[in-house]
């Protein structure tokens, strides 16, 4: 059984630019959450996503956006890079319902 | 607003010695989780353990064991026997029960060394 798998690991991106990051859930998961970690600190909530839709959202701009798709795979959207924006991005994944969750290898992200 | 404090920004235990992390959280609502992630240098944030609110034993899992003291809002990690691959950051987490909340809140971990 296959647990939550993000891609890529590692990534490089220019100020400015865009990026999208990669989750596959558990099998038997249908909540994604986001998390930004940025380095030295704890991870802080970007969103949620459960049913295609937004469930709830943390203290991020408009500029971090995501979607969910029918087979529960999510992706994370950051437009016009900043270099604040450099920091490891954890995908997480539950069973509503079911308090524990379970967090990939993580995307490093690494704004120039 | 939710809170959790890690006070420890370093630990350093001897191996098969036991080893105490702390944790404070801050919080109005009754109905809450609190967790205990440990992250390798990988980034992989791994589960331990967990306790509700409402639980009223202390919450173990075989090494692991959390010792919740609702009055003084602690949910302090002690890990038994320990073992050089328990070097790693480990985070205290909270999260709110009820309909609409499920965002994790974390602190800024402690990062735990042990030496042989």
């Known amino acids: 059984d296959a647990g939550v798998t993000q891609s890529p690991t590692h990534l490089i991106k220019t100020r400015g630019q865009q990026v999208t990051l990669r989750c596959s859930p558990k099998?038997?998961?249908?909540?994604v959450s986001w998390y930004q970690q940025a380095l030295g600190q704890g991870p802080q909530f970007i969103f949620q996503?459960?049913?295609?839709?937004?469930?709830q959202r943390g203290n991020f701009p408009d500029r971090f956006s995501g979607h969910q798709f029918p087979n529960y795979s999510s992706e994370l959207n950051v437009n016009a890079l900043l270099l604040g924006d450099s920091a490891l991005y954890l995908c997480?994944?539950?069973?509503?319902?079911?308090?524990?969750?379970?967090f990939g290898q993580g995307t490093r992200l690494t704004v120039v | 607003a939710q809170k959790i404090t890690q006070t420890q920004p370093g630990m350093f235990v001897q191996e098969k010695e036991a080893v105490t992390l702390d944790c404070t959280y801050d919080?109005?609502?009754?109905?809450?989780?609190l967790f205990w992630y440990k992250q390798p240098s990988s980034g992989e944030m791994i589960f331990l353990i967990y306790?509700?609110?409402?639980?009223?034993q202390n919450a173990t899992e075989g090494r692991y064991s959390l010792n919740f003291q609702k009055a003084r809002k602690s949910a302090n990690l002690v890990i038994s026997a320990s073992q050089l691959g328990d070097s790693a950051m480990y985070f205290c987490?909270?999260?709110?029960?009820?309909?609409?909340?499920?965002?994790?809140?974390f602190g800024k971990g402690t990062k735990l060394s042990v030496i042989p």
């Open positions: 996503y459960y049913e295609e839709e937004e469930r």
């Open positions: 919080t109005s609502d009754q109905s809450y989780g």
């Open positions: 306790q509700g609110s409402y639980d009223e």
């Open positions: 987490a909270m999260s709110l029960l009820g309909a609409g909340s499920y965002q994790l809140t």
């Open positions: 099998s038997g998961h249908d909540t």
């Open positions: 997480a994944s539950s069973r509503t319902g079911n308090t524990e969750a379970f």
